[in-house]
């Protein structure tokens, strides 16, 4: 069973910085896309970011020149460097991942529990 587990979220002052991490572990054959994306109180989920196999990488622009996302393929994750926090970057941020588990078994999408970010003084 394939498992993404995040870590690092908490709460930070405006201004404040932190790294959120993602955990791919269980069967893996190939993680192609991952990304991050965010639910605020209320709202839908978005995307963050997401980074290609090969680290070619989409930044949502309500982020961009503030969140950086990166990945070690060696461990099976994902990082975000989130710095200059706002209070509207409060969410509950998800990791997601595509994986294919065995060359016999075709890749399918995987989701984290989540992670509580907030940001507030």
């Known amino acids: 069973q394939v498992q993404l587990v995040e870590s690092g979220g908490g709460l930070v002052q405006p201004g404040g910085s932190l790294r959120l991490s993602c955990a791919a572990s269980g069967r893996i054959s190939n993680i192609y896309d991952m990304g991050w994306y965010r639910q605020p109180p209320g709202k839908e989920r978005e995307m963050v970011a997401v980074i290609s196999s090969a680290d070619s990488t989409n930044v949502a622009d309500s982020v961009k020149g503030r969140f950086t996302i990166s990945r070690d393929n060696a461990k099976n994750t994902m990082y975000l460097q989130m710095n200059s926090l706002k209070p509207e970057d409060t969410a509950v941020y998800y990791c997601?991942?595509?994986?294919?588990?065995?060359?016999?078994?075709?890749?399918?999408?995987?989701w984290g529990q989540g992670t509580q970010v907030t940001v507030s003084s």
């Open positions: 997601y991942a595509r994986i294919r588990r065995s060359i016999i078994i075709p890749a399918s999408d995987y």
